[in-house]
């Protein structure tokens, strides 16, 4: 099992950046499957970004080109570079993750929209609101 811990939400103007972080209880050799996950009022959970140590990073094309994730394993961290908010952005974040992810399909949580799969450890999560 895994516990993680989201930070670092708050509130931006649109065109603004945020970063946020996510602390794991698990130290890990790297293998599995980690990612940022939102929900906004009245919709699904939906993937934002995921990835495997020294891996490929997968984005939901609604981030790419500005949202980025990194992994630091030393420090059981998960970080979300947020660049380019858009209100459209505004959404409770959580990480989560995938322990028994078999190799090359965590990228598949990059598409999640709320079912399937195997995340376990969701955290409270930290609010991120974008203003127009």
């Known amino acids: 099992q895994v516990q993680l811990v989201e930070s670092g939400g708050g509130s931006v103007q649109s065109g603004g950046s945020l970063t946020l972080s996510c602390v794991a209880s698990l130290r890990t050799r790297g293998g599995y499957c980690l990612g940022w996950f939102r929900q906004a009022p009245g919709k699904e959970r939906e993937g934002v970004a995921v990835r495997v140590i020294n891996g490929t990073p997968s984005y939901a094309d609604s981030v790419k080109g500005r949202f980025t994730i990194s992994r630091d394993n030393a420090e059981n961290t998960l970080v979300l570079q947020m660049n380019t908010l858009s209100p459209e952005d505004t959404a409770m974040y959580y990480c989560?993750?995938?322990?028994?992810?078999?190799?090359?399909?965590?990228?598949?949580?990059?598409?999640?929209?709320?079912?399937?799969?195997?995340?376990?450890?969701w955290g409270q999560g930290t609010l991120v609101i974008v203003s127009s």
């Open positions: 989560a993750a995938d322990l028994s992810a078999p190799p090359g399909t965590c990228a598949w949580y990059s598409n999640y929209h709320g079912t399937g799969g195997n995340l376990e450890g």
